[in-house]
Structures are given as structure tokens and as C-alpha cells.
């Protein structure tokens, strides 16, 4: 006989009371843990007498321009552990971002007295930066603290501009902001430092530039948002007109990389998500976003897959694409550009708008042009060359490096032509014969191992250049190939992944040296000992195109919605710096999905 209602009910009515008993419990249980974080985290803690160096308070002046040297930190002698760094080789890393926290994030405590020189407080997470612009995640998700981040290494933190360098004294020049508002200038002494200071936008000679938004910082975003939104509620007034309300609800962004894309799939977003909701149904109708983009696909780096789907996404979007198109100038009401028609000929249009990004390229920040300044052979454009140990030619060996968007590895092999027939050619006759190019691919792969694609085919080559079929390259022969190879050679790109992992090479390497010191001095000539030089590898790239997103994993390519998206956050969740972060992060899509973005002006 099978169960009766009664019992059904009975045993429904149990499990229904087991639950709402166990969700009770939870909740007690979370609440008593909360009150013994707070008993333990609010008590009273007292700080009296601590030790200060009279140098800190007073230092001693001296360098070029007879300026204060912080040779001893206000913090240096607080406590016993800080006592024991005094003595560690100085390590000075200029800037914040991601090859800075990557070396933070691979020493070890006691390695060095370490010191993070910054323009701003923090650290931040610069993919999301698109999303922070529109209210999708919050800024405050996006940041944390440098001094938390140092503190594992018991670091310090200057908040300043470094503004030069004296290698000869080893001294950075900071300006620092004094309490009134006013700027003056110390020395840092270093015994290594650490250039990691990015890079500025390329203004490609475009007049009218300070008529556009930039997306790197934090203020960015925040002037972004607050723009997008002032022109959705001017928009809404009942005394603007119609033809100022488009020129209002025109949103234009300069640039079809990743920044550029994200950046438009975002107000996208924006629009059908919120803007459809709680805004008068006019404002969504009159909007029109704007992707100017100079090359023939948006996504240009990515595999043709992936630049096709995001333009037929956009195409469906009805995000307007401009490509094969140059900014000839911005004002504060219209965007002018140059488009070749199907004759050839250039014709000038303009795109009426109150909202311009401008992402197209990177320029040297003022930094970095004063260091690439100061030494010889440094004729780089756009960033400091470093040899394949990330060390800045031109400076003294092993006590100045630079990583990310302000460096770029030499590509050239014409540097290390007379090196290299000096090393190989074994019996002086002024030729190479073929072991001795086998000896001299081996050592150009140690010096640039970014010329190992175009060296895999060894015999090829040789016989390639080998014009006069002998069975040796003679010295014409070897500049003609050395030239062409090196010309092959692309440079990295300016990237979050190329800069995070020289970080995190630079930091496994310091902490090696660190573990093979001399009387407290790192010795520069471990350097080529303790590791092999920088190998680059590309572990894809990613871009979000509204609620859809792509992945480019050199041969493969994915594609998609939902899923795609998902898993794009998912790779972004997990590159956070810290615990903290990820949780604000997960939070704020939470409720994003339930509630929608917040559409307040701060």
C-alpha cells in the first residue's frame, strides 16, 4: 500500500521544518562569528615611543641639485624586523601596475629594503576599467592599497612622480606634494631599480585631443561616468532641443583594440540594460555609438574569426563602424575624420558629440623620455630598450631595469654582429662556416630569444644566405642575414600579460640574487647565472563585445555568448591582486543582475 497524503504532507512539513531550522542556525551562527571578528578586531591598541632615525625627520642633502636624500624611512626602525632590512640592498620600484605587483608577489620577505615609488595609492585592475565606466563594476572593486600589497614585505611606499635619475649616485628624483598644496623634490637611493611606469596615450599629431576621454586610471572612469551620465539627463530635460539631445546621446570612441571595443560594448550595455528602464524611452531611441578605426577590422591583432565576429556583433548591435577611417580632428561638439570613398579619393566627414574616447596607441610618459634621454644608443620611440635580461642598455649592468608599456627587448642583431663573429669564428678566417653558425644560433637565441620562430630552420637558413654556395657565410653575407632576421622580429605587445610576466621573471630573478650577496652588495655579474633571459609566452587574449565575448588562443578561437562572457569574467575574477577584490568583484555582478547598475552621479 503506497504512502497516503497524510504521510506525504508529514514528511514534506519535516524536511520543510529541517531547513528553515538549519537556515536559522546559519544565520546565528554567521552572526556569532561576526561579533567574535568584531570583539577582536575593534580593541584599543596603544603606540608609544617609537623609535625614529634623526636622519628620517632631518635627512642629509646632497646629489646634482642639493636635495634631500631619504637614505633612512620615518619607518625604517619601528620594530626589530624592520631593523633587519636596513642592511639589504635598496630595491626601488617606480610605479604600480602589473609588472610592479608581479615582482612584489615573487619575493620573498628579507630579500631586500624594498620601496614602491607612485603617483596614486593604489593598484589597479585596467581591463575592468570599461566596465567601472558605466557602473557595471564598482571603482572601488578595481583597486587595492599599495601599502597592503608591500606590507608582506614589510615595503614602504612614497606617493610622488619620479622625474629623473642619477645613475652615476644611484638617486631617483621624486617630486612629492607638501600639505599646502605645493610641490618639492627628494632623492631615493637605490641599489636596484625597477622602471615600471607604463606609458601614455599616442596623440598621432590629432589637434583638439583635450576634447577626449582616456581610459587608463581610475579618474578616467570616473570622469567617464560622470560625463555619460550628465548627458543622459540633459538629454532628458524637456528644453533641450532634438538636434542638441543627439549631439548628446553621440557617443564616440577613437580606436578598435580591445579598450576601444570593450569600451563601446559597454555603453551598449549601458543603454539596453538601464537606460531602456528608467529613463524616458526617447533618450535609448536617439542614442548612437560611434567606432572610429583606422585600420581595415576593429580587433586587428586577433584572428580574422574573431574581428569578423564582433563586427557582424556590433553590425546587429547597430553600433556604427567606421574603419579604414584617420581622426583629423575633435572639438568640443564634433569628431572630423578623412574616409577614402570607393574612387580613392579622401572625403572629410564629422560626427556631431559630446562624449569622445580616444585609445589608439602608446607614447613614452615624461619619465621614461628623460631615462631613454640620458643614455647612448636608447632611439626608441615609444619606450625604453632592454636587453633579454630586462636590464636597460646603456646603464650600468645590473642595477637598472624596466618592464612593461615603458620597455621594449631589443629585436636588433646588428648590436651583437662583431660579438658574434669574435665568439664563432674559431679559426679567424673571417667567414662562418656551418658549425660555427650552428655555435652562433645558439648564442643569438641566449641574446634575443625572441629570434628562436625565425632560427628553428638552421640549415635552411645558412643555405638560404650562403649566395656563393662555398659552405660559409662570409661577413657581407652574415650582415645581410643577421639585418633581415632582426627585421622579422615584432616587438611584444604593449599589453596587462606581457607586463605581469616580466614582473614575475624579474621578481624570480631578484630573489635568486638576493640569495647570493657580498657584504650586503648584490653582485650584477649573477645576473645571465641565475636564469636563463625572458621567453615570452602568449597565453591568448580576450575582449568582452557585450554580453558576448571572445577569446584568441593563437591557433584556436572561441567565440560566443553567455558562456563566452562567463568565462571571460571568470578569467578576469581570477587575476585579481587579492581575496579582497575578488569578493567586491563577485558582488558587484551579483548585483548588477538583480538590481541593475547605479545610475547616481558622484
Known sequence: MGPTMFDRSKSVAKWTGLLCLSSVLGVITLGAGILAHDVFTYNEK????????????????????????????????????????????????????????????????????????????????????????????????????????????????????????????????VQTRNADGSTSNIYIPYDKVIIAVGSSSSTHGVPGLENC??????????????????????????TTTPEERKRLLSFVVCGGGPTGVEAAAEIYDFCQEDIMNYFPKICREEVSIHLIQSREHILNTYSEAISTFAEEKFKRDEVNLVTSARVAGVTPTEVIYTHKNAEGKTEQHSIPSNFVLWSTGIAMNPFTERVSSLLPNQVHKKAIEVDSHLRVIGAPKGEVYAIGDCATIETSL??????????????????????????????????????????????????????????????????????????????????AQVASQQGKYLGKKLHKLARHTTQGEVMAT????????????????????????????????????????????????????????????????????????DLSRL
Open 46 to 173: 596603544h603606540v608609544d615611543r617609537v623609535p625614529v632615525n634623526p636622519l628620517a625627520l632631518c635627512p642629509e642633502k646632497g646629489g646634482p641639485k642639493n636635495l634631500p636624500i631619504a637614505r633612512v624611512l620615518v619607518d625604517d626602525e619601528e620594530d626589530d624586523e624592520a631593523k633587519k632590512l636596513l642592511d639589504k640592498p635598496k630595491l626601488v620600484i617606480i610605479g604600480a601596475g602589473w609588472g610592479a605587483m608581479g615582482i612584489i608577489g615573487r619575493l620573498s620577505p628579507g630579500d631586500y629594503h624594498v620601496t614602491v615609488i607612485a603617483t596614486d595609492t593604489y593598484t589597479t585592475f585596467t581591463p575592468l576599467l570599461p566596465s567601472a565606466a558605466v557602473g557595471t563594476v564598482s571603482l572601488r572593486s578595481l583597486i587595492e592599497p599599495i601599502r597592503k600589497v608591500v606590507a608582506r614585505l614589510r615595503g614602504h611606499f612614497v606617493l610622488g612622480k619620479a622625474v629623473d635619475i642619477i645613475m652615476s649616485d644611484r638617486l631617483v628624483e
Open 213 to 238: 576621454f582616456q581610459l587608463k586610471t581610475i579618474s578616467d572612469a570616473q570622469a567617464m561616468r560622470r560625463r555619460i551620465l550628465d548627458n543622459f539627463e540633459t538629454a532628458s530635460l524637456p
Open 414 to 495: 646588428l648590436g651583437h654582429f662583431l660579438d658574434l663573429v669574435d665568439e664563432c669564428d674559431k679559426d679567424k678566417n673571417g667567414k662562418i662556416d656551418f658549425g660555427e653558425w650552428e655555435d652562433m644560433v645558439v648564442k643569438i637565441k641566449q641574446r634575443i630569444p625572441m629570434a628562436e620562430d625565425h632560427l628553428s630552420k638552421v640549415k635552411e637558413v645558412f643555405q638560404l644566405y650562403d649566395s656563393d654556395a662555398d659552405n660559409s657565410l662570409d661577413l657581407n653575407e652574415l650582415l645581410q642575414l643577421l639585418t633581415e632576421i632582426g627585421n622579422r622580429i615584432t616587438s611584444l605587445p604593449a599589453t
Open 526 to 597: 649573477f645576473d645571465e647565472k641565475v636564469s636563463k633571459p625572458f621567453k615570452y609566452m602568449h597565453l591568448g587574449s580576450l575582449a568582452y563585445i557585450g554580453n558576448a565575448a571572445v577569446f584568441d588562443f593563437g591557433q584556436y578561437s572561441f567565440m560566443g555568448g553567455l558562456v563566452a562572457m562567463y568565462a571571460w569574467r571568470s578569467i578576469y575574477w581570477n587575476e585579481q591582486v587579492s581575496l579582497r577584490t575578488r569578493a567586491l568583484l563577485m558582488i558587484d555582478w551579483i548585483v548588477r543582475g538583480i538590481w541593475g547598475r
